[in-house]
């Protein structure tokens, strides 16, 4: 890639940045972007620049609105490197899989039968598959859709296999929330209560950054232990009927 210059115009900035002239100087009265340097009565822009606008896009294709956007900017330091690696590790999924494309033939082929509507709603719900109209569907974890593809293959109709997923869902909810509380409880509101100070942003991402492998490696590792006392319970009551015990 080829370095950016030190000394663009206002236009040139506009074709690096792939941003309006409009939209720049809209950005730079909202106090979202550095003044440039003026020589001749003509303002030059730099790196920094097309870093912050560059930035400002990523973040609002995130659904970050110019308000909070201006926040983060601000407390960072002017750093657009600082920011936009703590936005990234927030927005980053936990696993990268990617997602697949299906149509309405191919699901009723892996699942043995045509859905019904009411059940392709209902996995809609749950995020199973996200329709996109003409009988596709985008779907976003082709792991889950292949668990509950083996469950069905079991013989488990699939309206019991999606009360199944609805179920583990619920509580997964409940451990996602308590590991974002530890996050925020720990970490988040005493860097906020100490104004935010620029030299810790590092930190409050790594911290960020670190929550997602510890949150799965022990939701996984207490659901193993789990399973195994739940599993020994069930089939030992079993052996037990059958023994007379």
């Known amino acids: 890639m080829q370095p950016i210059a030190s000394d663009l115009t206002i236009d040139e900035l506009a074709r690096e940045t792939g941003m309006t002239v409009r939209n720049i100087r809209s950005h ?18 730099g790196p920094e620049h097309v870093a912050r606008l560059r930035l400002i896009r990523e973040l609002q294709g995130n659904g970050y609105n110019l308000g909070a956007i201006k926040h983060l900017l601000s407390r960072a330091n002017g750093s657009a490197e600082d920011v936009l690696g703590f936005a990234r590790a927030l927005l980053a999924p936990f696993e ?4 697949e494309i299906v149509d309405a033939d191919e699901l009723a082929a892996r699942f043995g039968t045509a859905i019904e509507p009411k059940l392709a709603a209902r996995a809609a719900k749950l995020g199973l598959v996200v329709p996109m109209g003409d009988g596709r569907f985008e779907v976003p974890s082709p792991t889950l859709l292949a668990a509950g593809e083996a469950v069905v293959a079991l013989g488990v109709p699939l309206e019991t296999a999606l009360d199944l997923i609805e179920r583990v869902g619920g509580h997964a909810d409940a451990v996602s929330k308590a590991f974002v509380r530890l996050f925020m409880d720990r970490v988040w509101k005493p860097f906020a209560a100490a104004g935010e100070p620029d030299a810790d942003w590092p930190k409050v991402r790594e911290a960020l950054e670190q929550l997602r492998p510890l949150a799965t490696e022990a939701l996984v590792a207490v659901f193993h232990q789990r399973m195994t006392q739940a599993t020994e319970r069930a089939f030992g009551r079993e052996l037990q009927k059958r023994t007379g015990a």
């Open 28 to 45: 730079a009265t909202r106090g979202l972007l550095p003044p440039p340097e003026v020589r001749a009565r003509t303002g030059y822009y």
């Open 96 to 99: 990268d899989e990617q997602p």
